[in-house]
Nanobody, 121 residues
Framework: QVQLVESGGGLVQPGGSLRLSCAAS????????MSWYRQASGKERELVARISSTGDSTTYADSVKGRFTISRDNAKNTVSLQMNSLKFEDTAVYYC??????????????WGQGTQVTVSS
């Protein structure tokens, strides 16, 4: 069955770094765009970063540009999010999402279960 399993979350001090990973299985990873979303307590889920199926295109939320980097390894069916210079406001549950597009329309999507990132001194 389809699985997206996130790992790498935890507690980190402001200014620190974390690397999130998402291991995918049960679907053709290489034809799906991959994204990281996050949801802070009491707030709506928001897009953090997205990477195209081939890895040649990335987009970032303004709030994380220059600090976060998304990458993928299609040979290992993994997508990662390197998070540097973490701030208090980065505290959230981070979710991995796989999206298949056809002619610009979402035809399928999968979500992971999420991993908690807490930035605290």
């Amino acid at each position: 069955q389809v699985q997206l399993v996130e790992s790498g979350g935890g507690l980190v001090q402001p200014g620190g770094s974390l690397r999130l990973s998402c291991a995918a299985s049960g679907f053709t990873f290489g034809i799906y765009a991959m994204s990281w979303y996050r949801q802070a307590s009491g707030k709506e889920r928001e897009l953090v970063a997205r990477i195209s199926s081939t890895g040649d295109s990335t987009t970032y939320a303004d709030s994380v540009k220059g600090r976060f980097t998304i990458s993928r390894d299609n040979a290992k069916n993994t997508v990662s999010l390197q998070m540097n210079s973490l701030k208090f406001e980065d505290t959230a549950v981070y979710y991995c999402k796989a999206t298949r597009l056809r002619n610009g329309v979402v035809v399928n999507a999968y979500w992971g279960q999420g991993t908690q990132v807490t930035v605290s001194s």
